[in-house]
């Protein structure tokens, strides 16, 4: 540090250079620390910018250090993070493979099952045809027998029973006949055009005779006129069935309604009982082969559980429908839709 009252003097003698320090009179102006640093610059050989530049040189070496420093932290950071992501990977793709196995395991499960359904299937089928082909000729037997009477003279009330007769044989044997020649797929019609009355009344004639045995009415309205174009057995079959269902499943004593009516898109008959109904559990099967929703009926009435199924692809070949309305221990109204005759 320069002392306040020294001024700092170069002379030469000799061909020498001196720096000594000389006292400063107090009107003279100090010199610059520019003039000064050259000056010991020139009094000992060392110049000023090679301190700079090696200040600058140490102060980039720091930098670069720091540079480093983060760099490898962030190096240290990119690897922690891989390496955790790696272990996510693997613990899901460990865990897909597991869920793949369990998935595969119910598969087979659900492919043996249903393989063992499949095999129940045919046997069911196998049976039916079986009994079909034994019923044939008996039921045969009663139609022959039925059309012999018919052709004699007899009283007009047993005159329409013993038709009753010859008509409920031969769609028994229509039945018999699809059944040996069928595995329940999809039905086959030969349509004609006729006036549903044709079909509808004769079968519920009929039912009434069934219904007396538990005490039940079959309450029959139609007042229009209406043209169908059917297959005229296998209609017959789903009417049958159906009303067949709701004495079935209808208490003794009780009435089952059977009425027709116009909608937008065909002829509906409609048959409403007041019976035990459909549980919940068991609405959307009820249509299915061999479905588990059969139950025995009110006077312990057996099913097969194919009736409703066999409705279903009936109607479906005649590009019209069924379905139901149910309320357990309230009764049931199903419908049938044939497509409006064009």
């Known amino acids: 540090m320069v002392p306040d009252n020294k001024i700092a003097l170069l002379c030469e003698k000799e061909g020498k250079r001196t720096f000594h320090w000389a006292k400063s009179p107090p009107d003279i102006q100090r010199p610059k620390f520019y003039d000064v640093q050259h000056l010991i610059a020139n009094a000992t050989g060392i110049d000023s910018p090679e301190y700079a530049r090696r200040g600058q040189l140490l102060k980039s070496t720091e930098q670069w250090s720091k540079y480093k420093f983060k760099w490898l932290v962030f190096k240290m950071g990119g690897c922690g993070l891989t390496m955790l992501i790696i272990g996510a990977v693997w613990f899901y793709l460990?865990?897909?493979?597991?869920?793949?196995?369990?998935l595969r395991l119910q598969f087979e499960k659900t492919e043996a099952t249903a393989n063992a359904l499949d095999a129940a299937n045919k046997e069911y089928v196998r049976l039916m045809k079986l009994v079909a082909?034994?019923?044939r000729n008996p039921i045969g037997a009663v139609s022959a027998i039925a059309s012999i009477i018919i052709g004699k003279e007899q009283p007009e009330d047993l005159h329409e029973l013993v038709l009753l007769i010859e008509t409920a044989s031969k769609s028994s044997l229509g039945l018999i006949n699809e059944l040996l020649k069928t595995d329940f797929g999809q039905q086959e019609v030969v349509k004609e055009e006729i006036f549903l009355e044709e079909i509808l009344r004769p079968c519920v004639e009929l039912l009434k005779f069934k219904a007396d045995d538990k005490g039940q009415r079959l309450i029959?309205?139609?007042e229009q006129q209406l043209k169908v174009e059917v297959d005229k057995e296998k209609m017959w079959r789903v009417?049958?069935?159906?009303?067949?269902?709701?004495?079935?499943?209808?208490?003794?004593?009780?009435?089952?309604?059977?009425?027709?009516?116009?909608?937008?898109?065909?002829?509906?008959?409609?048959?409403?009982?007041?019976?035990?109904?459909?549980?919940?559990?068991?609405?959307?099967?009820?249509?299915d082969a061999f479905s588990p929703a059969k139950r025995n009926g009110t006077e312990g009435e057996q099913p097969f559980g194919l009736g409703l199924y066999i409705c279903k692809q009936v109607m479906e070949a005649h590009d019209g429908k069924i379905w139901f309305k149910?309320?357990?221990?309230?009764?049931?109204?199903?419908?049938?839709?044939?497509?409006?005759?064009?």
């Open 94 to 102: 460990r865990k897909i493979k597991n869920n793949t196995k369990s």
């Open 133 to 135: 082909h034994d019923l």
């Open 220 to 222: 029959y309205h139609n």
């Open 239 to 287: 009417i049958n069935n159906i009303i067949g269902n709701a004495m079935k499943f209808s208490p003794e004593g009780s009435d089952i309604f059977i009425d027709t009516f116009r909608a937008e898109k065909g002829i509906v008959i409609k048959v409403k009982d007041k019976g035990i109904g459909i549980p919940l559990a068991l609405q959307n099967k009820i249509f």
């Open 326 to 342: 149910s309320e357990p221990e309230s009764g049931t109204e199903f419908f049938i839709e044939i497509p409006l005759y064009q």
